[in-house]
């Protein structure tokens, strides 16, 4: 574990104290709607108060080798819960594997089967990249956006956009269930209209699955999300190091994409890690 504890996020004393009596002492990336209720109703405010109070737990969760700038992300869901997401960057790899802290919490929250988004919270205004990743999803203009002491409306932030219905997509961007019974499975949740590759990788401590991840496309190609860094993600959001991790699994169908050379670069810089491919992935190399 990478021990996150309440002690070490610069929370108000107020909130801290409500924290660990309501919660514990454990940072959490996920709050469910209770512990919401419960938080809001010790501290007398809102749910946008409450984000925006959570910002520095959330930006913990950053992995910022790079750059050193930590970013905080939380969306609010129809149901009041609440899915952090923070920037995480792979030293020795390219720059495009980044994962902004916006798409980490869009991940989050739709890799755990949340209602419809309603509200993003971020502590930095959201880059061009970031503005087109969540035009793929299918709520995103009744989505309300707040940084920098304002809330805007999605629209206010991309004016003019392109997304999927210029494209004739068929398929949502939606949230899935928790369950999956196998990789293959897990992998048939990728959202890739545009390429067919439908990606599942499983990160293991020992025999312990601790995250995992599925692929998501974007109109515009280049927003599109690396399975890879969503695992990566998924893990630190779950209070875990890379360095926890002992094996990848890894199921992948034959597609126009292929994600295996981008594994085996990450996979030759950390050696502990054992690479598990299933029957059905493919590397046309």
């Avoid at 960057?89 to 419809?116: I, K, W």
């Avoid at 793929?136 to 219905?165: A, K, M, R, V, W």
């Avoid at 994409?257 to 491919?277: A, G, R, V, Y």
Wanted: aromatic letters at 10%; hydrophobic letters at 40%; charged letters at 15%.
């Amino acid at each position: 574990m990478t021990n996150c504890t309440i002690d070490t996020v610069e929370l108000t004393p107020t909130l801290k104290q409500a924290w660990l009596k309501i919660i514990g002492n454990s940072c959490l990336s996920r709050i469910n709607t209770h512990q919401v209720l419960a938080l809001k109703s010790a501290l007398q405010i809102d749910e946008l108060e409450l984000a925006q109070q959570l910002l520095p737990m959330a930006s913990s969760f950053a992995i910022t080798p790079i750059s050193g700038f930590q970013v905080g992300a939380i969306l609010i869901d129809a149901k009041g819960q609440m899915f952090m997401g923070a920037n995480y960057e792979m030293r020795q790899l390219s720059l495009s594997v980044t994962l902004h802290a916006e798409q980490a919490a869009f991940f989050n929250a739709l890799n755990h089967d949340c209602a419809p988004l309603t509200q993003l919270v971020v502590n930095a205004a959201p880059c061009g990249h970031c503005r087109q990743f969540i035009r793929e999803y299918p709520n995103c203009f009744n989505l309300n956006i707040f940084f920098n002491g304002q809330n805007y409306t999605f629209e206010q932030l991309l004016p003019h956009s392109f997304g999927p219905d210029d494209l004739n997509v068929g398929v949502s961007l939606n949230a899935q269930n928790e369950a999956f019974r196998d990789i293959q499975e897990l992998a048939n949740k990728s959202y890739s209209p545009y390429s067919g590759c439908k990606i599942g990788l499983i990160a293991y401590q020992g025999e312990v699955a601790i995250a995992n991840s599925w692929y998501i496309e974007n109109a515009a190609f280049n927003p599109s999300a690396s399975p890879l860094s969503l695992l990566l993600s998924q893990v630190a959001l779950s209070d875990y190091s890379f360095e926890n991790v002992t094996a990848i699994q890894l199921w992948m169908n034959q597609s126009t994409i292929n994600f295996k050379k981008e594994i085996d670069n990450f996979l030759s810089l950390h050696p502990q890690i054992h690479l598990i491919e299933t029957s059905h992935s493919t590397d046309p190399r």
